[in-house]
DNA sequence: CCCGGAACCTGAAGGC
DNA sequence: TGCCTTCAGGTTCCGG
């Protein structure tokens, strides 16, 4: 599912043939996929608009368009957006179409149809409330102390909290509190210092390998070409329940933190002990 | 403010 | 074989 090395490779391959191209029409076949303006208005604002950025912020992959505009989308879980060869069921699961000047589209697709497009004036209100981005030189580990010390909640449900620290997902949460060695239970503000500073490494770790690989394709992710991500060959619990730790070759154990699957080494991973 | 749980959605997987 | 139930999870909303 698109987290934040996901939609970083999105945003890298879509941006040379995108950003300077005009979209001349939209079509949406999945009315509930526009959250923001109706749907007439998201049309009329996209259309003959030109394309002239593309960033991301967090989990969300933001357009600046030509009339100062931004269409903003998040892809949740299941969401893709494709520009050239479809999967194999051309129709099946596309909520919408970019048609481009050059004559190239820009498929939106969503099995699950929980990803969301907004046309908006002042991205701020989507994106203003995101915690740092882990990846900026500014996120460091003073700052990841000070965001934890201020939560008692599990680290885990903490890491994957958008206010805190924006574009950790389940998966990428999961191998960061592995790889640091801390049990996803453990609650945020009773961190030491020295694991404080051993998940930020973590965390810039596993993100930063993750999208060298161009991200990882669990569930529907695809990258702007058709092609997989191979992160997830790279998953050291993330999705490996039963399977042998890497570490000392215990099974990876499977629990529910705040209502999510949670995969971690309870040998590597212990609870008590600072 | 902080925390946890339900709802949204639908394909996939498991049970009988 | 096939119907039925349950699960997955990012975000938002709601209650304590």
Redesign the pocket.
């Known amino acids: 599912?698109?987290?934040l090395p996901e939609v970083e490779t999105i945003k890298n391959e879509l941006f040379p043939l995108v950003v300077g191209r005009t979209i001349t029409d939209v079509a949406v076949f999945?009315e509930?996929t526009v959250r923001q303006p109706s749907l007439g208005e998201f049309q009329s604002g996209v259309r003959e608009q030109k394309i002239t950025g593309l960033s991301r912020r967090?989990?969300?992959l933001i357009f600046s368009l030509a009339s100062g505009k931004f269409l903003i989308l998040?892809f949740?879980?299941?969401g893709s957006l494709l520009f050239h060869p479809l999967p194999a069921d051309p129709e099946?699961?596309i909520r919408a179409v970019f048609h481009l000047d050059n004559g190239q589209n820009l498929y939106f697709r969503d099995?699950?149809?929980?990803g969301?497009m907004r046309l908006v004036d002042d991205p701020g209100f989507?994106v203003g409330?995101l915690g740092p981005e882990p990846l900026q030189p500014s996120f460091t580990p003073k700052l990841l102390a000070e965001l934890l010390a201020?939560?008692?909640?599990?680290i885990k449900?903490?890491l994957?909290?958008?206010d805190v620290i924006a574009g950790i997902?389940?998966?990428y949460a999961d191998e960061a509190i592995f790889t640091a060695r801390i049990h996803p239970l453990r609650?945020?503000?009773s961190l030491s210092q020295e694991e404080v500073e051993r998940l930020h490494h973590a965390i810039v770790e596993v993100l930063t390998a993750a999208i060298s690989n161009k991200g990882a394709s669990i569930?529907n992710y695809y990258r702007p070409g058709g092609t997989l991500g191979i992160a997830h060959f790279q998953f050291r619990v993330a999705?490996r329940g039963g399977e042998p730790c890497p570490n000392c070759e215990s099974p990876i154990m499977?629990i529910?933190v705040?209502?999510?699957?949670t995969y971690f080494c309870p040998c590597s991973q212990k609870l008590e002990q600072a």
């Open positions: 599912m698109p987290e999945s509930k967090g989990k969300y998040h949740k879980m299941t099946k699961f099995p699950r149809k929980f969301v989507v409330h201020k939560r008692k909640a599990p449900a903490v994957i909290d958008q997902g389940n998966m609650p945020a503000n569930e999705h499977r529910t705040r209502g999510r699957g």
